[in-house]
Every structure is written in C-alpha cells, then in structure tokens.
T-cell receptor, first 114, second 109 residues
Framework: DGGITQSPKYLFRKEGQNVTLSCEQN?????MYWYRQDPGQGLRLIYY???????QKGDIAEGYSVSREKKESFPLTVTSAQKNPTAFYLC?????????????FGSGTRLTVV | GEDVEQSLFLSVREGDSSVINCTYT??????LYWYKQEPGAGLQLLTY?????DMKQDQRLTVLLNKKDKHLSLRIADTQTGDSAIYFC?????????FGRGTSLIVHP
C-alpha cells in the first residue's frame, strides 16, 4: 500500500545534540512538507520541497535543516540551534498541489529534549 | 497577517449534530479541506470542497462554503464518541497548505 512513513515514532534528544527525523513516501508525490505541532498552536510550516534538490524555508525554519536528494525522502534535522525542539513533527506530501486528494500525512514523530 | 481561524473547543452530546466553523483568508482558494487528527496520530483527510460549490455532502458530513464571507463549516450528523478528535480546516496559499489551529471536538454520552 502507498503511504508516507515517519520514523522513529518517539525520539529523545540531549541538550546540544543534532537529531534527524525520517520521512519516506512511496506515493510518487513531488511536493513534501515538514510541520511542527505544539498544543493549541496548530501546524506551523518548517520547510517544504516541490522538486528534488530544491527546498524552501517555511515560517519557523531557524534551527532546522532538510535535504531532498531523492523524490521519496525528505529528512529533517533538528540542530542544537533549535532552543525549544520538544514538539510533535509531521511530514506531508502531495502530487498535484492538493487537488481533490489533498495532502497525505505521516503518523508523526514526537521529539522530547531530556 | 491573517490566519485561518477556528474556535478551539466544541462539546456535544452523543447523537447530536456538531458544527465546526472556519474562516479562511484567500477568496481565490480553489480547494478547501477538512482534516481529522486523533491523539498521537497524523492528520487524515475527511473531505474537501471545490470553490465553485456551495455545499458538499458525504455520508454524515456536510460542508458549507460561503465565499463572500470566506467561511467554511463542517457539520457532523449523529455525532458518535469515535468522532472525538481535533478537526482542522485548511486552504492552499500559493503552494502551501495552511491550517487553522484546530477545533477539539468532545463527545459525551
């Protein structure tokens, strides 16, 4: 079955560490997105990519980095520069800028600073 | 700047109808979406409405669109405890899906 897979489901980071969240899709979607979700704040866009080897900053890109070397993969690195990384991270993808099929989401990664 | 606006909470009795409201920002939005999020999970597409429609019905779900007021609503008929979740409306600005803060629907017996 086609879908979008995020891993790991839970991730713990020590102060000063970089961590990478994985997002893989087998839907042949061109566009991929990373969102951060905090309680009561909805979804805030971190980075997005519309084609391989190209990506753009979203509203809260500081302290994060991404790469898009393959169409299927869009990993997110949370760097030590991100001072408050504890949150729920969601990856999404789409084929036709939404359309009637909308955006497909992964099941999320919960990152906690310890 | 303008945001997609939703009320944060809605509490209903099981069997009643629920109506979740949303105000979006771009009158030229082509597709508007409703998503559902259960605890600890990703977002699941419930339904969409195309901008040339005023209403769309899909089983227990009815979506109403008022383009003049940029207002979108989702009605859930015969609300069940399994409908308890957070509901997000979304519009697409440029190439970016933009979401409201979500409405937490609480269904009690």
């Amino acid at each position: 079955d086609g879908g979008i897979t995020q891993s790991p489901k839970y991730l713990f980071r020590k102060e000063g560490q970089n961590v990478t969240l994985s997002c893989e899709q087998n839907l042949n979607h061109d566009a991929m997105y990373w969102y951060r979700q905090d309680p009561g704040q909805g979804l805030r866009l971190i980075y997005y990519s519309q084609i391989v080897n190209d990506f753009q900053k979203g509203d809260i890109a500081e302290g994060y980095s991404v790469s898009r070397e393959k169409k299927e993969s869009f990993p997110l690195t949370v760097t030590s520069a991100q001072k408050n990384p504890t949150a729920f991270y969601l990856c999404a993808s789409t084929a036709l800028q939404g359309g009637r099929y909308g955006y497909t989401f992964g099941s999320g990664t919960r990152l906690t600073v310890v | 700047g303008e945001d997609v606006e939703q009320s944060l909470f809605l509490s209903v009795r099981e069997g009643d109808s629920s109506v979740i409201n949303c105000t979006y920002t771009d009158s030229s939005s082509t597709y508007l979406y409703w998503y559902k999020q259960e605890p600890g999970a990703g977002l699941q597409l419930l339904t969409y409405i195309f901008s040339n429609m005023d209403m769309k019905q899909d089983q227990r779900l009815t979506v109403l669109l008022n383009k003049k007021d940029k207002h979108l609503s989702l009605r859930i008929a015969d609300t069940q405890t399994g409908d308890s979740a957070i509901y997000f409306c979304a519009e697409v600005l440029g190439y970016i899906p933009t979401f409201g803060r979500g409405t937490s629907l609480i269904v009690h017996p």
